[in-house]
């Protein structure tokens, strides 16, 4: 389990030995029914694809190349036709980039205010945007929301 700690200067670490056994327990627990799989993202929509799935798909970011397995422009658009073929629903979390809104605009979208909660400090915000084939809210609080007066456009709500 690779996990990353903080060292404190104003604030001591956060790490503390004496809590592993515990989160081991509950990680052991946690994970004693899961299945994990490895393989590119498109196997498992093809495996897994039902009318009752449904996918979290997490992949790099369009702009931050990040990671040693960035995704190409091509790649992108390869996942939005696949999206677009599924049964099931699916939730796909980018960086709010006007590409990405542009490529993926046959969806719906919300934009959610995240906190580096790992951190201490959480004044550390950012933006993603969360890209759906479903709306994830009940239906009575989706219908007050995309009301002229709710409390939020029909697209890009926070
Ligand atoms: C944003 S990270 C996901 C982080 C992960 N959800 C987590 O919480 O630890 C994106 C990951 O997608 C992986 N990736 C790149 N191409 C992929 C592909 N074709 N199929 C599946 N995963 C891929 C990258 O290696 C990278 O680890």
Same mark, same amino acid.
């Given at each position: 389990m690779k996990?990353?700690?903080?060292y404190g200067i104003t604030q001591s670490s956060n790490y503390n030995p004496q809590r592993?056994?515990?989160i081991?327990?509950?990680t052991h627990r946690r994970l004693a029914r899961v299945q994990i799989e490895s393989l590119p993202y498109d196997q498992i929509l093809d495996k897994y694809d039902r009318p !009752? !799935?449904?996918f979290y798909?997490?992949?790099p970011y369009w702009a931050r190349k990040l990671y040693r397995f960035n995704f190409t422009e091509s790649q992108f658009l390869d996942m939005e036709r696949k999206l677009g073929t599924l049964k099931g629903k699916f939730i796909l979390s980018l960086d709010d980039r006007?590409?990405?809104r542009k490529l993926f605009a046959k969806f719906q979208m919300r934009t959610v205010d995240l906190a580096y909660t790992a951190k201490r400090d959480t004044r550390t915000r950012h933006q993603e945007l969360?890209? !759906?084939n479903f709306s994830p809210l009940p239906p009575h609080i989706e219908k007050r929301r995309s009301?002229?007066?709710?409390?939020?456009? !029909?697209?890009?709500?926070q």
């Open positions: 996990q990353k700690f903080h592993i056994p515990d081991l327990e509950q !009752t !799935t449904v798909l997490d992949p006007p590409e990405v969360l890209i !759906t009301q002229p007066n709710g409390t939020g456009a !029909t697209e890009n709500r």
